[in-house]
């Protein structure tokens, strides 16, 4: 463990990239198996995508007038299911973060991924496109027994890439992100996209940035 260096953990879906095309393909092949066709619009429903697998089978139920969770119970491994069999079609990084990432890694601090989706696909989608080796850690939703908004999977982030929580900061897009930063008593640092559902502003974050290429400011201004 290095004293000195400052740990930057990062969501995944909606910070670091946009997986909400290959999400809203796989909970599409549900409804299709369900005789609805294609209900969610890629061009529309990003935040709903971005928001989870359940979320996604539950808007487009209820826009059927079928909305049941044992329905929802039942398709979810499905979902995760055609997810994983096409994880990366769409997906794509946010524009600078590559070269942001790199800069950061070059300048010495501690890279690791906090995520809600599923560890094993986490891990995929990141070997998918490229761009696992930066992060000293990655954990994902089943990671341990408990989830973002809980600090505990953020602690173990850090912990695991070898830094301090003291020394440490949250980079995300929700109001889960925010509060789990606020629960971990670190700087809360949102990307404000487009893409979440949310008024970023609104949360009151210790830093909004609307381009990866603001980062490297945002945390000279918080002092990491």
């Known amino acids: 463990m290095d ?27 549900c409804f299709s198996e369900m005789g609805y066709g294609a209900v ?12 989870g697998g359940r979320a996604m089978l539950r ?13 929802v119970d039942h398709y979810y491994p499905v979902l995760l299911d055609a997810y994983d069999t096409a994880i990366a079609e769409h997906t794509c990084l946010f524009p600078k973060v590559r070269e942001v990432i790199q800069w950061l890694s070059e300048a010495g601090y501690i890279l690791g991924i906090c995520t809600n989706k599923p560890v094993d696909l986490a891990e995929k989608l990141m070997r ?4 696992r080796d930066p992060f ?31 020394r440490s900061c949250l980079i995300g897009d929700s109001l889960t992100d925010h509060k789990t930063a606020r629960a ?35 945390l000279a201004d918080l002092g990491l």
């Open 128 to 131: 998918a496109i490229e761009f």
């Open 184 to 218: 971990a008593g670190v700087p809360s640092v949102l990307v404000d996209f487009g893409l979440a559902d949310q008024d970023m502003a609104a949360l009151e974050p210790d830093a909004l940035i609307t381009s990866f290429e603001d980062l490297p400011k945002a």
């Open 3 to 29: 004293l000195q260096k400052k740990t930057i953990i990062f969501d995944l879906d909606g910070t670091l990239a946009d997986t909400s095309g290959d999400l809203i393909a796989a909970a599409n092949y």
């Open 136 to 166: 000293l850690s990655l954990i994902g939703a089943d990671s341990l027994p408990v989830r973002k908004p809980d600090p505990r999977p953020f602690v173990e982030a850090v912990t695991r890439a070898g830094g301090r929580v003291e």
């Open 40 to 51: 969610l619009d890629p061009s529309v429903d990003a935040p709903t995508a971005l928001r």
């Open 59 to 71: 808007v487009g139920l209820s826009r059927r007038n079928a909305l049941d969770e044992r329905v």
